[in-house]
């Protein structure tokens, strides 16, 4: 498998034009030539492994909402070469990337940080244009990119590390190349630029442009991390927000009457949101997590799940966990829905831990009456033997 990959690539460039001089799809002339070809056909090829991965978020009614989006984006020279369809993936981490055949990757990391349509249409446009305009065979015949190619092919052999191997593991050379390098500066500024003259033409406020790559840049340095992926790099968030800046500034000063659709998004978005904060907790990212929930609770504040939740924040945060807090969240939880298994649980351990042994009885029967087929029944009955 590696090893094709590498043989792959070198068949591109060895057989690749040496001008990067391409015309976008939108425009008379263009044509595909044999490598581009083949970069699609490896693209449909990755796709298939990674739509197969278990990483996909399954849910119809998003998908097909952040698909109405791209076609408010897309342009009908566009419709007639490039097949755009979003997808969205299971990752806390913020970032979004696109093959050169159209299919578009959506962190569930960056759509649960959004504010708005906007900000989304903007993301959108800004990898759509990535693919009208060819970016991926520029780069790689670029020989100036030689270098980026083969410190991905590294990274893609290697893996992602840091919570990431599963989808380092299903994540091919192109996906890799897109998702992790990003593309050159005057690439990456050609799909701001041209990116968000789609979204301005679709009727969008451009003033919301920078502002979703503004509120992550500041939860990065807050934390101090720094992720791997093209939109979690601080130079490059960086690099966004001042292009969209610039660009706002020169071109669309005087444009205030743009759209938003902030409460359509949010009723499409908001279980994301849910979603995404499990994810956080589970990588250890309890700051994340916990905005995730909290942001969540604002649009729905009854919901099981969301207390539970902030329970298991409170009491796996080793540095500034809070006991009498995470019971509190249990408990909260199990007053909404008492059917709902895992705060009995969590009660069940801290009350053993506790060596209050009368509730850590109580909490176990009631979590082992709730799930029966539970995989850890036999742990919880062998808590129950010891008390």
Same mark, same amino acid.
Request: net charge negative; with cysteine; aromatic share 8%.
């Given at each position: 498998m590696r090893g094709g990959v590498l043989i792959f690539f070198i068949l591109l460039f060895c057989s690749s034009c040496a001008t990067t001089n391409l015309k976008p799809v939108t425009e008379d002339g263009f044509s595909f030539k044999d490598d581009e070809k083949r970069l699609w056909v490896r693209s449909d090829e990755e796709q298939d492994v990674l739509n197969q991965s278990g990483l996909i978020y399954q849910d119809q009614s998003v998908t097909e909402y952040l698909n109405t989006i791209v076609a408010k984006l897309c342009q009908e020279e566009m419709d007639e070469h490039i097949a755009f369809k979003i997808y969205v993936l299971k990752d806390p981490h913020f970032n979004a990337f696109a093959f050169p055949n159209g299919a578009i990757y959506v962190h569930t990391g960056i759509l649960a940080r959004a504010e708005n349509e906007a900000q989304i249409a903007t993301l959108l446009a800004h990898e759509m244009t990535h693919?009208?305009?060819?970016?991926?065979?520029?780069?790689?015949?670029?020989?100036?990119?030689?270098?980026?190619?083969?410190?991905? &092919?590294? $990274?893609?052999?290697?893996? *992602?590390?840091?919570?990431?191997?599963?989808?380092?593991?299903? &994540?091919?050379?192109?996906?890799?190349?897109?998702? $992790?390098?990003? !593309?050159s500066k005057n690439l990456e500024s050609e799909a701001d630029k041209e990116g968000l003259g789609l979204m301005v033409k679709a009727g969008y406020d451009p003033n919301e442009a920078p502002k979703l790559f503004l509120h992550i840049?500041?939860? *990065?340095?807050?934390?101090?991390?720094?992720?791997?992926f093209f939109?979690?790099?601080?130079?490059?968030?960086?690099?966004?927000?001042?292009?969209?800046?610039?660009?706002?500034?020169?071109?669309?000063?005087?444009?205030?009457?743009?759209?938003?659709?902030?409460e359509t998004f949010l009723k499409y978005i908001q279980e994301i949101i849910l979603e995404?904060?499990?994810?956080?907790?589970?990588l250890g990212r309890y700051e994340f997590a916990e905005k995730g929930v909290e942001k969540y609770l604002q649009l729905n504040q009854n919901n099981h799940k969301a207390y539970y939740l &902030?329970?298991?924040?409170?009491?796996?945060?080793?540095?500034?966990?809070?006991?009498?807090?995470?019971?509190?969240?249990?408990?909260?939880?199990?007053?909404?829905?008492?059917?709902?298994?895992?705060? !009995?649980?969590?009660?069940? *351990?801290?009350?053993?831990?506790?060596?209050?042994?009368?509730l850590a009885k109580q909490y176990f029967e009631e979590y082992l009456n709730l799930s029966t087929e539970a995989q850890d029944v036999e742990y919880i009955k062998f808590y129950l033997q010891q008390i």
């Open positions: 693919c009208t305009h060819r970016h991926a065979v520029k780069n790689i015949r670029s020989i100036k990119n030689t270098t980026a190619l083969l410190a991905t &092919l590294q $990274v893609t052999t290697a893996g *992602l590390g840091g919570g990431l191997d599963a989808l380092a593991n299903v &994540l091919g050379t192109v996906g890799t190349m897109a998702a $992790v390098s990003g !593309y840049k500041e939860e *990065l340095e807050e934390e101090d991390i720094n992720e791997p939109f979690g790099s601080h130079p490059r968030l960086n690099e966004r927000i001042k292009n969209y800046e610039r660009l706002i500034n020169q071109e669309y000063q005087n444009n205030t009457k743009g759209t938003k659709n902030t995404n904060a499990e994810l956080d907790l589970r &902030l329970g298991e924040i409170y009491n796996r945060e080793l540095e500034n966990g809070d006991i009498d807090r995470s019971i509190s969240y249990y408990q909260k939880s199990i007053s909404i829905n008492s059917s709902y298994p895992d705060p !009995y649980r969590e009660l069940g *351990l801290i009350y053993y831990k506790q060596e209050k042994k009368t």
